[in-house]
T-cell receptor, first 113, second 112 residues
Framework: NAGVIQTPRHKVTGKGQEATLWCEPI?????VFWYRQTIVQGLEFLTY????????DSGMPKERFSAQMPNQSHSTLKIQSTQPQDSAVYLC???????????FGPGTRLTVL | QQKVQQSPESLTVSEGAMASLNCTFS??????FRWYRQHSGKGLEVLVS????GEKEEGRFTAHLNRASLHVSLHIREPQPSDSAVYLC????????????FGAGTRLKVIA
């Protein structure tokens, strides 16, 4: 079991560019979560999928951020027109069910110059 | 919304001495608490999950929960330099809520 896989581990973009972050959940896990971690705000919930369907995106910034889960083996978080304040570590987690233990990936460190 | 405060912000202990970390929360309705460890550049590793008042031990890690005093703690027995990391407490506001609320973390350094 490789655990939750996130790629890339590090991404540097210029202001205004697009960034796409990938997450491969643990095989058999039906729930996928995205979190953002910054020094100032700590760890914040962004969005959640269950059986590939978007269930809760209440933590997602309303503009420029979108998440998808086209199949059970991966989810993407896309940030359009990146801004310096988007710089953070983006963590993906998966679990067997909505309320089961969440297992976290290593994160993608996004730096927007 | 549930708020979580962790203390201390940083802690240095000698190898083999007990390390104690604290977490306080804003209301007592939560019943689902976890302690995670995050090594630099790594993801979160769950250490202990606790769902009722009292004590829960997982190896060298023991969590104590007291919802009446809005407090959950983590004690690390015989810490080693490899335990140096950021420790995060997390709770879901109530049963069946998947949105964990995290504390800001305690940075632990264990010196040999």
């Amino acid at each position: 079991n490789a655990g939750v896989i996130q790629t890339p581990r590090h991404k540097v973009t210029g202001k205004g560019q697009e960034a796409t972050l990938w997450c491969e959940p643990i095989s058999g896990h039906s729930a996928v979560f995205w979190y953002r971690q910054t020094i100032v705000q700590g760890l914040e919930f962004l969005t959640y999928f269950r059986n590939q369907a978007p269930i809760d995106d209440s933590g997602m910034p309303k503009e420029r951020f979108s998440a998808q889960m086209p199949n059970q083996s991966h989810s993407t978080l896309k940030i359009q027109s990146t801004q310096p304040q988007d710089s953070a570590v983006y963590l993906c987690a998966s679990s067997l069910g909505s309320y089961a233990e969440q297992f976290f990936g290593p994160g993608t460190r996004l730096t927007v110059l | 919304q549930q708020k979580v405060q962790q203390s201390p912000e940083s802690l240095t202990v000698s190898e083999g001495a007990m390390a104690s970390l604290n977490c306080t929360f804003s209301d007592g309705t939560s019943d689902n608490f976890r302690w995670y460890r995050q090594h630099s550049g790594k993801g979160l590793e769950v250490l202990v999950s606790i769902f009722s008042d009292g004590e829960k031990e997982e190896g060298r890690f023991t969590a104590h929960l007291n919802r009446a005093s809005l407090h959950v703690s983590l004690h690390i027995r015989e810490p080693q330099p490899s335990d140096s990391a950021v420790y995060l407490c997390a709770m879901s506001p109530n049963t069946g809520n998947y949105k964990y609320v995290f504390g800001a973390g305690t940075r632990l350094k264990v010196i040999a």
